[in-house]
T-cell receptor, first 114, second 110 residues
């Protein structure tokens, strides 16, 4: 079974620009969560989508947004990029059954803002 | 108080020894607990999950959960140099968010 895929793997943007990252979950998984990982802050939860609805949200500004499509693929958008947005962005998918909450991570998108 | 806490390490153990990694959490209603391994430059990899009090064993790994003490641990038996990585504890809270600890860096010395 194919794992979680993320595109692009690496991205360099300029401050003020916007960026869209994509995540395709494991087949059959309906939940997609997004995380930001930096050396100083660790893994920080951005948001979770389930069946095209945002089910949970972390403490990030409104510049960070996402959506999920009917095939469970998800996109994350960051507008008006700041230098501090440079990070590894990870998505994780989960089957989300009654007792199944295990998340599986994609390889991540390394975003550098200059 | 942080929601999920771990000793940052680094934790150094000799090859063949038992490595013990600890995690505490603040939300008493949490029900699901996970251990991830992350090699440098790679994404986290799920290695264990535990939902019930007690021990759960999978190969050289044992997860231990004590909900009364709000404590979860990971034991790695017969540690190998390939186990050298950062280990992340994650907790699914009663408000449905998965919160990660800061991670513990483990170094297994040959």
């Amino acid at each position: 079974k194919a794992g979680v895929t993320q595109t692009p793997r690496y991205l360099i943007k300029t401050r003020g620009q916007q960026v869209t990252l994509s995540c395709s979950p494991i087949s059959g998984h309906r939940s997609v969560s997004w995380y930001q990982q930096t050396p100083g802050q660790g893994l920080q939860f951005l948001f979770e989508y389930f069946s095209e609805t945002q089910r949970n949200k972390g403490n990030f500004p409104g510049r960070f947004s996402g959506r999920q499509f009917s095939n469970s693929r998800s996109e994350m958008n960051v507008s008006t990029l700041e230098l501090g947005d440079s990070a590894l962005y990870l998505c994780a998918s989960s089957r989300q059954g009654a007792t199944s909450y295990e998340q599986y991570f994609g390889p991540g998108t390394r975003l550098t803002v200059t | 108080q942080k929601e999920v806490e771990q000793n940052s390490g680094p934790l150094s153990v000799p090859e063949g020894a038992i490595a013990s990694l600890n995690c505490t959490y603040s939300d008493r209603g949490s029900q699901s607990f996970f251990w991830y391994r992350q090699y440098s430059g790679k994404s986290p990899e799920l290695i264990m999950f535990i939902y019930s009090n007690g021990d759960k064993e999978d190969g050289r790994f044992t997860a231990q959960l004590n909900k009364a003490s709000q404590y979860v641990s990971l034991l790695i038996r017969d540690s190998q140099p390939s186990d050298s990585a950062t280990y992340l504890c994650a907790v699914k809270t009663s408000y449905d968010k998965v919160i990660f600890g800061p991670g513990t860096s483990l170094s297994v010395i040959p």
